[in-house]
């Protein structure tokens, strides 16, 4: 049962244009939201996270929107570059903020084209 | 930020034989670390928490005499895969917390042949 799905396996986007990665989750417990980006062969690098208090959080060029009554967020990449190409991962925790275990989605490639 | 060091990156050994991952939190204790498997186009699936000094926690599924976890210092956890199969072929990562949050090794990828 997957409890954090990422529908989109790829989102291709023009250098400049916004990039919007989805994620849905099942578990009403999940309290603590997070988006990862990743490199082949390496592993996550934290981006931005947002708590089930807030609906919004922003950090320069990236934004995460939380929607806890459709269990829906969402991560805004603005403008995309083409070094944000990646492999974007959405995580969630219950109780115990980033601290605790993660259930991650699969993953979304985006690729930014130049 | 803190920094989480996972050797080797890469790995590659005969069938039935055995191979140990190791994970260094390297600015920071870390009482608890965690360790993930990623098969290809998957999520990271959290297969044990490790704690220092004392037993890891598998999640479901996990067969723990395969997977043997060892968190015997507070910057340190070790995962062997013993008598290692081809099934076993993945890519493993680490995580630590640290006092901000989570930071992750480099991963391993591992491949039984």
């Known amino acids: 049962d997957q409890q954090v799905k990422q529908n989109s396996p790829s989102l291709s986007v023009q250098e400049g244009r916004i990039s919007i990665l989805n994620c849905d989750y099942t578990n009403s417990m999940f309290d603590y939201f997070l988006w990862y980006k990743k490199y082949p062969a390496e592993g996550p690098t934290f981006l931005i996270s947002?708590?089930?208090?807030?609906d919004k959080n922003e950090d320069g060029r990236f934004t995460v929107f939380l929607n806890k009554s459709a269990k829906h967020l969402s991560l805004h990449i603005v403008p995309s570059q083409p070094g944000d190409s990646a492999v974007y991962f959405c995580a969630a925790s219950a109780g115990g903020g980033s601290n605790y275990k993660l259930t991650f989605g699969k993953g979304t490639l985006l690729t930014v084209n130049p | 930020g803190a920094v989480v060091s996972q050797h080797p990156s890469r790995v590659i050994c005969k069938s039935g034989t055995s191979v140990k991952i190791e994970c260094r939190s390297l600015?920071?204790?870390?009482?608890?670390m965690f360790w993930y498997r990623q098969f290809p186009k998957q999520s990271l699936m959290l297969m044990a928490t490790?704690?220092?000094?004392?037993?890891?926690?598998?999640e479901q599924g996990v067969e723990k005499d395969k997977f043997l976890i060892n968190h015997a210092s507070l910057t340190l956890s070790t995962l062997t895969v013993t008598s290692a199969h081809p099934e076993d072929s993945s890519f493993y990562i680490c995580?630590?917390?640290?006092?901000?949050?989570?930071?992750f090794g480099s991963g391993t990828r591992l491949t039984v042949v």
């Open positions: 995580s630590a917390r640290d006092p901000e949050g989570t930071a």
């Open positions: 600015d920071f204790q870390a009482t608890t």
């Open positions: 490790s704690n220092e000094g004392s037993k890891a926690t598998y």
């Open positions: 947002i708590s089930s208090i807030k």
